[in-house]
């Protein structure tokens, strides 16, 4: 049975200025300091240098994000299954739910998205796919056969894309197979390998939080969405600022920051940044929405299965990077308790 979202939590939010969400090159670039003195070839040495200083903190980044999953995916495969998402709850759901219980509510978080975004099994029109970050590929499978559609998948992690490439044949949905329906690549999202207007449906579950030009990323789904084509972002957010903050709180950046080292993630935003961008490029059927009630018993769950006799030993045999993921997920609960972290949807619609 499907969780009916309360009305409080599809969130119409007014349009502000988005200015933590420029791109690392020109961020870096407004700082640099004016003089009347400077001459014109030292500012163009100076900018080209921040240029490729900045260029160089994103690689290293995605270097970094490629090497987390990399080591993790196998240890979140084993304990978990294929889908690497938080799982859809109702408000009231313990934590001590069954193993199955918690991945039927990641498969319900699938299903919840579509729903939100009105794509419906019935929709003719979901043709071609492109799954953002795509992880092992759950998703990709999962959307791949309810719609019977071709999805291609796209991640950072070699590891990643193999195996899920390795679970698609397994499930005769590869590119291998006559049903020619799903693929999975190494590719960054920010530089997409694909054509304009292509997919019908763009799905981006759970990576925004990663992209260091949040800008960019959004420009990209947009770019690759066919006309008419549905766009869903389902990312980790911090909360909207009140009217007259510029900045979160130090405590609260603080937390943020903590959990950034582990997790490998840049500067986070707000679901209603997201929403200022989606605006300023004209989609259509623009909507957001608050789950983070609905997804508060994942992180308590994934620590619970961690502290097993199974968990820890996989923990200790994947590695370093696993460990130290482990041990920030309190972080995680806490932020979501202090309402500094917000788990959101925001959906919308490329015009035809």
Known sequence: MKATLAPSSLISLPRHKVSSLRSPSLFLQSQRPSSALMTTTAASRGSVAMTAAATSSVEALQEGIAEFYNETSGLWEEIWGDHMHHGFYDPDSSVQL?????????????EESLRF????????????????????GGSSRYIA???GAECIGITLSPVQAKRANDLATAQSLSHKTPLDRVSFQVADALEQPFEDGIFDLVWSMESGEHMPDKAKFVKELVRVAAPGGRIIIVTW??????????ALQPWEQNLLDRICKTFYLPAWCSTSDYVDLLQSLSLQDIKCADWSENVAPFWPAVIRTALTWKGLVSLLRSGMKSIKGALTM??????????????GIITCQKPL
Do not use: W
């Open 237 to 246: 957010c911090h909360r909207n600022l009140s009217q007259g903050e510029e």
């Open 330 to 343: 309190p972080l995680m609960i806490e932020g979501y308790k202090k309402g500094v972290i917000k788990f």
């Open 98 to 110: 069954s193993d199955s219980g918690h991945r039927e509510a990641q498969i319900r978080m699938i």
């Open 145 to 147: 056969s309810k719609f």
């Open 117 to 136: 975004a009105g794509v419906t099994e019935e929709e003719k029109k979901i043709k071609r796919v492109v799954d953002v970050g795509c992880g092992i």
